[in-house]
């Protein structure tokens, strides 16, 4: 019972950390990145794509670079020619290695 109210203290943690406070503009075309085409605390931290064979991060301050692609308009629309960029985002883990903080750095052009 314990473990499940952690489990949900975190996920809300995580949620009040997972919108960007600010727009990125693409390197590649100029135009806006949109919170739904860039990297968040959900993908990353909470659906464990930093995780590297069931080691996971604690009591660190910690830079991210995130690939994802460029993907959507502003209005939601797929582009005709998807890019892939590289995000860079300032994490800090405490010493149970939960998320409280994820923030987006840079946007750059990814490979
Ligand atoms: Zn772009």
């Known amino acids: 019972m314990k473990e499940m109210e952690e489990k949900e203290h975190a996920e809300k943690g995580i949620d ?8 990125f503009v693409c390197p590649i075309c100029k135009t806006l990145l949109t919170d739904t085409n860039l990297v968040d605390a959900k993908s990353v ?15 660190s301050h910690v830079y991210l670079y995130c690939n994802f692609e460029h993907r959507y ?14 995000a ?12 409280i903080c994820f923030d987006i750095l840079e946007v750059h052009p990814g490979k």
Do not use: M
């Open 73 to 86: 308009t502003e209005e939601g629309n797929t582009l005709e020619n998807p890019h892939p960029l590289i």
């Open 45 to 59: 931290v909470q659906d464990n794509l930093y995780y590297v064979g069931g080691v996971f991060i604690a009591d």
């Open 88 to 99: 860079k985002v300032k994490t800090i883990f405490d010493k149970k290695g939960e998320c």
């Open 16 to 23: 009040s950390l997972s919108k960007p406070k600010s727009a």
